[in-house]
């Protein structure tokens, strides 16, 4: 099985699996005094697991693929490397700039875990090209009161691989009928520059030779508003498990692509995660 997802789709979909809960309980072991430099203690932590993702082949495709994602993370004191659940990256190398009770800001370089197109995917992305791998650098922070929470964060590709900058924002509220059993939901978007909406959802007049799609060039703007529902179930201190469903609505410029099939994309993902 090939694996191919652009990465705001990925971003999405890993936030939503995990958000904050994989890492949660390291939190709690430093957090009893809220001192920023309380959030910082110099001991490693590691996470290993894995999920499975029922998705759209490819962002407005209309027939579904099955993507497993592995899980594999490490902290130590305000860094981090592999999976970074906060901004749902496969693949990243950071530090948190600030951290306290409430607050977390952080910056980190990542790099595609998977090549976010492959024209073999799909019938209708035949003569489009393939999208290659890159690099990213960016900021993200979070603010949490009480059952609230509210994240961002903005990417840019540092490659010149033509994958411009990708800025989300999202917002969730959690119930916890038990101490083992967290619920959670809320909306969200993807905002793409003008090159980013172009290199996955524009055509150029190569492109439109090659694949008999109209030429199309897609602006700078909101590329999708999103709302999801997860559950969260910590089996002991170590195991955890999770689902999720995310239903997704293709707008604006990006909607109107010839490349979409379906605007709204609805997905469904299982994971499983192990912390020591």
Do not use: C
């Not at 999976?83 to 980190?108: E, F, I, K």
């Not at 976010?116 to 949490?144: E, K, N, W």
């Not at 691989?161 to 990708?166: C, D, F, L, N, R």
């Not at 508003?225 to 201190?237: E, G, H, L, Q």
Request: aromatic fraction near 12%.
């Amino acid at each position: 099985m090939k694996a191919r997802v652009s990465r705001s789709v990925l971003t999405l979909l890993l936030g939503t699996l995990l958000g904050a809960s994989t890492f949660d309980a390291m939190a709690d072991e430093t957090a009893a005094s809220t001192a920023p430099d309380a959030m910082f203690a110099d001991t490693w932590h590691f996470t290993a697991g894995g999920g499975v993702l029922s998705l759209p082949k490819y962002p407005g495709a209309s027939d579904r693929k099955f993507e497993p994602i592995p899980l594999l993370g490490a902290t130590y004191g305000r860094y981090f490397i592999g999976t970074v659940p906060d901004v749902s990256a496969p693949l990243g190398l950071g530090a948190y700039l600030y951290r306290d009770s409430h607050w977390q800001v952080a910056a980190m370089l990542s790099y595609d875990f998977i090549q976010p197109r492959d024209q073999s995917d799909d019938a209708r992305l035949q003569g489009l090209g393939d999208i290659p791998r890159t690099a990213h650098a960016g900021i993200f922070g979070s603010y949490t009161v009480g059952w609230f929470t509210a994240r961002g964060s903005v990417f840019t590709d540092i490659l010149g691989k033509h994958e411009g900058t990708v800025a989300t924002l999202g917002l969730e509220g959690k119930y916890q009928p038990s101490d083992r059993l967290s619920l959670s939901a809320g909306p969200g978007l993807t905002w793409g520059s003008s090159q980013y909406n172009r290199t996955f959802y524009g055509v150029d007049q190569g492109q439109s030779i090659s694949s008999g799609l109209p030429a199309y060039a897609p602006g700078s703007g909101v590329a999708s508003f999103n709302v999801s529902v997860k559950a969260d179930y910590r089996i002991s201190r170590q195991w955890g498990v999770g689902a999720a469903v995310v239903a997704t609505e293709l707008r604006g410029d990006v909607g109107a692509s010839p490349i979409v099939e379906k605007k709204t994309q609805v997905t469904y993902g299982v994971f499983s995660s192990y912390r020591f």
